[in-house]
């Protein structure tokens, strides 16, 4: 390939990325606000932008010839990259498709419209609104900001105190001021990777989201592929994605489709992303099946044919990433004094990829939110549970002392 490519966004998740495009002989330009963003030293340039700020980075995409525009993991620069696609003339999503994955309210309701089964749901920008919604929803429910991601603002709603407890804070997190309220359903939470080419959607992997107990229920510690999931649920679970990826008018582009199969045995959209996904969703891809999404990503941002074998699975390995996250995860709470090497997560057997973000002085607290999530351990084996056994183990490996 070659060209110059212009990242939205240049942080932890968008380094490997930015990397694996000048892999591949691409220019790339990326911007950010924080100078101190871990992405900006892989690109060939890069200035320091706030990349919600359209104008800004359109001009910077001007400024430096772009010839494709793309973000990694980021959900709130999805819209932006679309909007700046369209005033440079170049590929892209579409800036109605990028609202409708992105603002929760909007994607639920036209979900309803095609009949893509879901939770029940009702929005709120006041109390008042939200009594209205329970009414609707009913207990158990799950209260979340319509456009904000990260499980920021997410609350479990067991009766009308959490509700007059939480409203405010989970619409302080969204940009628009408004809130969703679903009915929850236990059951297997499911990760979806599916790839749209030219309208036609071709689903790549299901795979397991295990979550904690407690406040941080929303965070997603734990992937295993393949799903536990098998015959009628699986393919219902995968049909009820690809239905969603139509129904939000995703052309060309990664679709990350979230799912519940309920106790029922029947599937439920969660939510469906335009992007590659963040929690090393790119890199379970990648061990699991053999297939690189960020190539693909690039193609698509500049406009390239994706051929079919780039989209196939080459292989299919049981695969389980393990975050490091404070207990019952393996990390201590509390302020960090060290941090060991991963010398010994790494020689771990059946161990493919490890990282840690932590640096001494840092704080570790109990999960609450994606960001909770301080590195990560990727295992394979013949079996996932073999996989998960093993990612958990090495997990504990690393040495993390803590005032």
């Known amino acids: 390939m070659n060209g110059t490519v212009l990242f939205v966004g240049a942080g932890r998740h968008q380094r490997r990325a930015i990397r694996r495009a000048r892999e591949l002989g691409l220019r790339v330009v990326a911007v950010d606000r924080n100078p101190e963003a871990l992405g900006l030293g892989e690109a060939d340039l890069f200035e320091v932008v706030d990349f919600m700020d359209v104008a800004a980075v359109t001009e910077a995409g001007r400024r430096h010839s772009v010839d494709g525009v793309l973000t990694v993991s980021a959900d709130r620069a999805v819209p932006v990259v679309a909007a700046v696609a369209e005033a440079l003339g170049l590929p892209g999503i579409g800036t109605e498709t990028a609202h409708l994955m992105t603002h929760k309210v909007a994607m639920r309701r036209r979900l309803a419209d095609a009949g893509v089964p879901q939770p029940r749901f009702a929005a709120a920008r006041s109390l008042h609104e939200g009594y209205a919604a329970v009414e609707t929803v009913g207990f158990p429910a799950v209260l979340k900001p319509a456009d904000s991601g990260g499980q920021r603002g997410v609350f479990r709603l067991d009766s009308i105190d959490d509700l007059e407890a939480h409203l405010h804070t ?3 997190e969204s940009p628009t001021e408004e809130t969703i309220i679903e009915s929850y359903h236990e059951g297997i939470e499911l990760n979806g990777l599916a790839i749209a080419r030219g309208g036609h959607v071709t689903p790549l992997t299901l795979s397991d989201r295990l979550r904690p107990p407690g406040i941080g229920f929303g965070v997603g ?3 295993v592929y393949p799903s536990r999931l098998f015959a009628d649920p699986l393919a219902e679970a995968e049909q009820a994605a690809v239905s969603a990826v139509h129904a939000l008018g995703l052309r060309d582009g990664i679709a990350f489709p979230q799912l519940i199969v309920g106790e029922d ?10 992007r590659i996904p963040g929690g090393q ?3 379970l891809a990648l061990h699991a099946v053999g297939v690189d999404l960020v190539e693909i990503a690039l193609r698509q941002a500049l406009g390239i044919e994706v051929p079919d074998d780039l989209v196939t699975p080459r292989f299919q390995k049981p695969l389980a990433i393990r975050f490091l996250t404070a207990q019952p995860g393996p990390l201590p709470t509390g302020k960090v004094t060290s941090v060991g090497p991963l010398d010994k997560v790494l020689a771990f057997p059946g161990v493919v990829q490890a990282d840690v973000f932590l640096e001494a002085g840092e704080t570790i607290r109990p999960v609450r939110l994606d960001g909770d999530r301080r590195g990560y351990v ?7 549970i073999e996989a998960l056994e093993r990612a958990e183990a090495a997990a504990t490996l690393l040495d993390v002392e803590v005032e």
């Open 170 to 172: 989970a619409l302080a």
């Open 221 to 223: 510690w734990i992937h």
């Open 265 to 274: 045995d029947h599937a439920y959209l969660v939510e469906c992303a335009a």
């Open 281 to 283: 969703m790119a890199d």
């Open 378 to 384: 990727i295992a394979v084996g013949d079996t996932n």
